[in-house]
């Protein structure tokens, strides 16, 4: 369960103006690991970081759209060797753009508003 950061410093200062365990764990419903686990990392500073991870991809998106709407008859297989990738993660990075191929070869967009990349129709 996820904790709030306003309820986890009203916890660590409720313990530290002189309650008990027993009295914290009644009021926020708590065990003293808990507690000691949040001391530190309050004192640490480890709150205030935020990160934020994003890793790097072998298929960008906007290129992919490119490709697709300059040669949209092409297979999975020929979009994977230009990305040096498989046609399964080419397959799911068309589903991720809500572009799917139907029997007629031209791709359509499923839902262009939605992901702000839409493929020239035509």
């Given amino acids: 369960m996820a904790y709030s950061l306003d309820f986890i410093k009203r916890a660590v200062s ?18 003293s690991i808990t507690y000691y686990d949040w001391e530190e ?8 970081v935020k990160i934020k991870r994003t890793r790097r991809r ?27 990738c498989t046609p399964v993660a080419i397959f799911y990075a068309l589903e991720d753009l809500d572009i799917t191929r139907k029997k007629n ?8 508003k939605k992901n702000g990349l839409s ?3 035509g």
Avoid: C, W
């Fill in 58 to 84: 072998k298929i960008d998106k906007e290129k992919l759209v490119q490709m697709v709407s300059e040669k949209p008859d092409a297979f999975l297989k020929e979009y994977a060797e230009l990305f040096n």
């Fill in 14 to 31: 409720y313990k530290q103006e002189g309650h008990s365990f027993k009295e914290l764990n009644e009021a926020f419903g708590i065990p």
């Fill in 105 to 112: 070869l031209s791709p359509i967009t499923r839902n262009p």
């Fill in 119 to 121: 493929i020239p129709q």
């Fill in 41 to 48: 990392k309050l004192k640490n500073g480890y709150y205030n």
